[in-house]
């Protein structure tokens, strides 16, 4: 799959087998060093080097995350403002003028790029998933590592952070692609839909609440038909949009309490008991409100 020139497939695996060659070799480095140290000796090379290899090799992977993240935004900008594939000259003198591909340098922190996208490209989008997200924090940290090192030769990551902000990035992949080869539209119907969903959870959850405090039988009542509301929305919104949510870890937890809703039995009232699980996991996941 690809955004503009940019092979998301490709440079995603490139990535991953980065990260597990680092762990590989760190790994080996610490658990077998007199070996290593012996090596050293017997092909007259001074241990240090290899030592400072592995290091260079985890700061290239530093440089590799933070690469892929700049290119995604940069084609995602030449994809939606159909760089060099519009018949207007006036608007391809106007990108290759502001977003001269040498020079454009895109603000990929995760708040700065969802107002970036409000702002220029997309209004009234919204990352489905909060800031707060601890992903989302570590995929920030790495940003901030990364210009640290650039600028300053500061090296501060940690290999144990790097599987957590490679799915951060998937995240945000996933995001940017579904516009690409969506639709703007699409987009925002899904980012809505995902807030009336959780809009009705938590009513629904509101009102089970009430009913185990009290069980009368209009409550329940309220309760049954508000949940089964829930119940059918979700099912539309998952055969809907079941493609993005499938493929993003950072959802899993949602959508394993998503298919639990979509199967309720509302006849049974342990049932209902499965609206606390997802408002639960629509609190751990840091979704939008």
Not at 111 to 131: G, H, T
Not at 241 to 269: H, P, T
Request: glycine share 2%; with cysteine; aromatic share 12%.
């Amino acid at each position: 799959m690809r955004i503009y020139d940019f092979d998301i497939e490709d440079e995603i695996a490139k990535i991953e087998l980065n990260l597990r060659n680092v762990e590989l070799l760190k790994n080996s480095f610490a658990d077998h060093t007199s070996e290593y140290r012996k090596l050293s000796q017997d092909i007259n090379l001074d241990f240090r080097a290899l030592s400072d290899c592995i290091e260079s090799y985890e700061r290239a992977l530093l440089i590799g995350v933070y690469t892929y993240a700049e290119q995604l935004v940069k084609n995602f900008y030449y994809e939606l403002l159909e760089k060099d594939r519009t018949h207007s000259i006036s608007i391809n003198q106007f990108v290759d003028t502001k977003l001269d591909v040498e020079k454009f340098s895109p603000n990929v922190k995760y708040s700065e790029l969802e107002n970036s996208i409000k702002k220029e490209l997309v209004p009234d989008f919204e990352f489905i998933l909060k800031k707060e997200r601890n992903e989302i924090l570590k995929y920030n940290d790495i940003i901030k590592d990364r210009h640290r090192y650039a600028h300053r030769g500061i090296y501060q990551s940690g290999i144990e952070q790097y599987n957590d902000v490679i799915n951060a990035e998937k995240y945000i992949t996933s995001e940017l692609l579904m516009i690409t080869v969506e639709g703007v539209g699409y987009r925002i119907n899904y980012q809505n839909d995902w807030k009336e969903i959780i809009s009705l959870s938590k009513e629904c959850y509101g009102l089970y609440k009430q009913f185990k405090d009290n069980k009368h039988r209009e409550l329940k009542r309220k309760l049954t038909m508000n949940t089964k509301v829930l119940r059918n929305k979700s099912k539309q919104f998952y055969n809907k949009y079941y493609a993005y949510i499938d493929n993003c870890e950072l959802l899993k937890g949602v959508k394993i309490q998503l298919l639990r809703i979509n199967a309720m039995d509302l006849r049974m009232v342990s049932s209902f008991s499965l609206l606390e699980d997802f408002n639960i996991a629509i609190s751990e996941s840091k979704m939008l409100k």
